[in-house]
């Protein structure tokens, strides 16, 4: 099973600033499926980016995706209000799928 | 539009039994596969199970093998999870989800539903 390690766990930043959150794979995520979705309180998780880098359908353009490997990020070039929440990435091209921990996106 | 509406949650006691459902809407249901996702409280998502889009492939976590089967009807457009033998670590909101793409075994999930929680508890 590939674990999907997040971090920082907690990241503490203000609106306008530019966010930058990790996941690093045990071994090789195979044929680049990494996704990253995005969990508000009470809400149903949102699907951001998949294939590494490709904004899922109504994402703006401030979210990026990018990475290889084991080694993936996914960024936001400015925030806004709307955007701090939790957020996963998921594996899904070794059986079972695994998803990362989390890393909560605060309000400093 | 698409639309994923999970049913069938509540509390039963350990040992017991539930059936989930999630009904949907909105585009062709037996073209895609479909997953259970879950969510214990406070805690982060766990894959629960898959289904291929023709019914024929199915996958389960470790966690929950031998005690759960996903299964659908695509008659109905209806993905279901029926529980078995539950603990209280199967405690979670319990979500469906749909493949982004079409006849595929592989793909992130574009649409999920809202939830139904599941509370294993005497």
């Known amino acids: 099973e590939i674990v999907l390690t997040q971090s920082p766990g907690t990241l503490s930043l203000s609106p306008g600033e530019r966010a930058t959150l990790s996941c690093r794979a045990s071994?090789?995520?195979?044929?680049?499926?990494l996704a990253w979705y995005q969990q508000r309180p009470g809400q149903a998780p949102r699907l951001l980016i998949y294939?590494?880098?490709d904004r899922a359908t109504g994402i703006p353009d401030r979210f990026s995706g990018s990475g290889s490997g084991t080694d993936f990020t996914l960024t936001i070039s400015r925030l806004e209000p709307e955007d701090f929440a939790v957020y996963y990435c998921?594996?899904?091209?070794?059986?079972?799928?695994?998803f990362g921990q989390g890393t909560k996106l605060e309000i400093k | 539009q698409v639309q994923l509406v999970e049913s069938g949650g509540g509390v039963v006691q350990p040992g017991g039994s539930l059936r989930l459902s999630c009904t949907t809407s909105?585009?062709?249901?037996?073209?895609?596969?479909m997953h259970w996702v879950r969510q214990a409280p406070g805690k982060g998502l766990e894959w629960v199970a898959f289904?291929?889009?023709?019914?024929?492939?199915?996958y389960y976590a470790d966690s929950v093998k031998g005690r759960f089967t996903i299964s659908r009807d695509n008659s109905k457009n209806t993905l279901y999870l029926q529980m078995s033998s539950l603990s209280a670590e199967d405690t979670a909101v319990y979500y469906c989800?749909?493949?982004?793409?079409?006849?595929?075994?592989?793909?992130?999930?574009?649409?999920w539903g809202q939830g139904t929680l599941v509370t294993v508890s005497s």
């Open positions: 289904i291929r889009y023709d019914g024929d492939n199915k």
């Open positions: 989800a749909k493949l982004l793409l079409l006849w595929s075994g592989s793909a992130a999930c574009d649409y």
């Open positions: 071994q090789s995520v195979s044929s680049s499926y």
């Open positions: 998921q594996q899904y091209g070794s059986s079972p799928q695994t």
């Open positions: 909105g585009f062709t249901f037996s073209s895609y596969g």
């Open positions: 294939g590494v880098s």
